[in-house]
């Protein structure tokens, strides 16, 4: 399918976007934290993907596409540094920004735990926009992705021993800011 | 407790959860947890933030990202690269054999830059008729004339110095720029089929002398080196005489010599000829005065390198050359004109350098160019 591909077949191409799709937008929603730019992320990188078929030399073809989207949202990252957008978070009572993002769940729709559970979610990804764009490629490829070593080094282009590096340190940064959502965490996994 | 633990230690329980240890680095990272209840507690945290991210909920796509026809528009430079590679690569070669071919070719470059005097098959002709005179000639062996040499890039050759010019009459293929050099007479003849080879012995002018000249002659550059500082003065020079008035007859008592830039080309060759015995301190002219009627060089005249444009007819060509009052009794404008076209005498050795350094230099241009854009434009396929 793949080598139908890069001769220029566009219906294998497309099976191949099926199959890859989740992937590549599940990548691109954990390094940009937004669906809507994760939507043109993921678009661009098929688009670029398609484009440069001629480029793939074998290998991990999962690798090569993360790698591609994973290079779309630094360019999406980077245009929003250059044009920064204002914050969607409410002021609370004293003008301050109210960094939970949970406020646009709407808890009365929702049972208890789905509520705590998308707060956890939403204080997961708080926490991972924090991170440096090579942490944050690094942990969501091995720890939300399921990456090993060796893929995620593929992927990013670094060697293995960078992706070591890379994880150990965007997993302590990642402990020491979700201790301050303890109240949202669950008992088995509370950090203390 | 804490500050105990290093990065290298979090990069040991991170490598630790993912079971990337090996066996022997595992089992001694299991005696250190054992033996240290902080580094156990900080693998315990570092293990439920890794928990907490692989329990991330898979976020469903917002819709299928199916690439269109109309979404993927062919990549042309992907053709364009290897294309500008090629061109690069060469100019690049034709670079290199536009510099060193003509070190392989030519390896003494300093004689191969003076354009080595030919002799057309025409010019020994004629110089065997000029023989043929000279022994009929009534002038004394210590006569001698003016012989005549026809520089390398001659077509056609008139034959200058036959007393009937209208019996040899000179095949002017096309027109082009000829130079002639003229010999100074010589003390004693010698064999008209020598005036074809180049000066060899010394010249009789000693440098000083020789740099002093408005004129210097070619063969004394192989003996006079240029002084230093002083190329800029010498080219002024040239460009000076070659645009200045006439300081110079053949004769005290004559008129200028019709139409010829000269350069002296000292020799020991001789060429006898009808012509008058020559004079012996000799000024040098190089220049047309019109209304004056132009008279063929006397003998003994100077040395000198004649430089004719043909304007392609035999007659313009004879006019010029010839020691015949009638044919040298040309229009004084068409004599003019000769002399202006006439102006940039000398080998074209600078025009040559000149082309050569423009090949260089857009050679060189090109390759750097078509290079970068090949670059620019695999960068861009990536």
Not at chain 1, 123 to 149: E, N, T
Not at chain 2, 218 to 227: E, F, G, K, L, V
Request: with cysteine; glycine share 4%.
């Amino acid at each position: 399918m793949i080598q139908a591909a890069r001769d220029g077949d566009l219906d294998s191409f497309n099976r191949l976007v099926l199959a890859y799709q989740d992937l590549v937008y599940n990548q691109a929603y954990r390094m940009i934290g937004e669906e809507e730019s994760a939507d043109d992320a993921t678009q661009n990188a098929f688009i670029s993907a398609y484009n440069h078929l001629g480029s793939f030399r074998g290998g991990s073809f999962k690798a090569w596409l993360l790698r591609i989207v994973t290079n779309a949202c630094y360019d999406e990252l980077r245009r929003r540094k250059r044009r920064p957008t204002i914050p969607l978070e409410p002021l609370d009572d004293s003008g301050e920004e109210v960094e939970s993002p949970s406020w646009m769940v709407d808890p009365a729709d929702r049972p208890e735990e789905q509520v705590q559970r998308v707060e956890l979610q939403n204080a997961i990804q708080h926490c991972l926009d924090k991170l440096p764009d090579d942490f944050r490629s690094a942990v969501v490829m091995v720890d939300v992705q399921g990456l090993d070593y060796s893929e995620a080094a593929e992927s990013i282009g670094t060697p293995v021993g960078t992706i070591k590096s890379r994880l150990a340190r965007a997993r302590l940064r990642l402990r020491d800011c979700l201790s301050g959502f303890a109240e949202l965490l669950p008992s088995g996994v509370r950090l203390e | 407790m804490k500050n105990q633990i290093n990065s290298r230690d979090y990069e040991l329980i991170s490598t630790y959860l993912d079971n990337q240890l090996g066996s022997k680095e595992r089992a001694i990272f299991e005696e250190r947890l054992k033996a240290d209840p902080e580094l156990r507690n900080e693998l315990h945290e570092i293990s439920k933030t890794r928990l907490m991210l692989r329990r991330l909920p898979r976020q469903r796509v917002p819709r299928n990202y199916y690439v269109t026809a109309q979404a993927v528009r062919p990549r042309p430079t992907l053709k364009l690269a290897p294309i500008f590679g090629i061109v690069s690569a060469v100019a690049s070669v034709l670079l290199a054999l536009v510099i060193f071919g003509g070190t392989i070719l030519s390896p003494t470059s300093e004689v191969a830059m003076v354009p080595a005097p030919s002799i057309p098959t025409e010019t020994v002709a004629s110089q065997q008729e000029i023989a043929r005179s000279s022994a009929a000639s009534p002038l004394p062996p210590t006569e001698a004339a003016p012989s005549i040499i026809m520089g390398a890039q001659i077509q056609a050759t008139p034959t200058p110095f036959i007393p009937d010019a209208t019996t040899t009459q000179p095949e002017i293929a096309t027109p082009t720029t000829i130079y002639i050099y003229v010999y100074p007479p010589s003390a004693t003849p010698v064999n008209p089929f020598s005036i074809a080879i180049a000066p060899t012995e010394t010249p009789t002018l000693s440098c000083d002398e020789y740099w002093s000249k408005p004129l210097p002659s070619s063969a004394d550059i192989y003996h006079c080196p240029t002084p230093t500082g002083t190329l800029s003065k010498y080219l002024e020079s040239i460009l000076s005489t070659s645009t200045s008035t006439p300081t110079y007859s053949p004769t005290p008592d004559e008129s200028p010599t019709p139409t010829l830039t000269t350069t002296p080309w000292p020799t020991e060759t001789a060429s006898p000829t009808e012509t008058p015995a020559p004079t012996a301190t000799p000024a040098p002219t190089d220049t047309f005065t019109p209304g004056v009627t132009p008279v063929p060089p006397a003998l003994g005249a100077p040395p000198q390198a004649q430089k004719l444009i043909p304007s392609g007819s035999e007659e313009s060509a004879t006019e010029i050359t010839s020691p015949n009052p009638l044919l040298g009794a040309g229009s004084p404008t068409q004599a003019a004109q000769d002399q202006t076209q006439a102006a940039p005498a000398g080998p074209n050795f600078s025009f040559l350098s000149y082309l050569l350094l423009t090949v260089e230099i857009s050679l060189a241009v090109i390759a750097v160019l078509a290079g970068i854009t090949a670059i620019i434009l695999r960068i861009r396929a990536r």
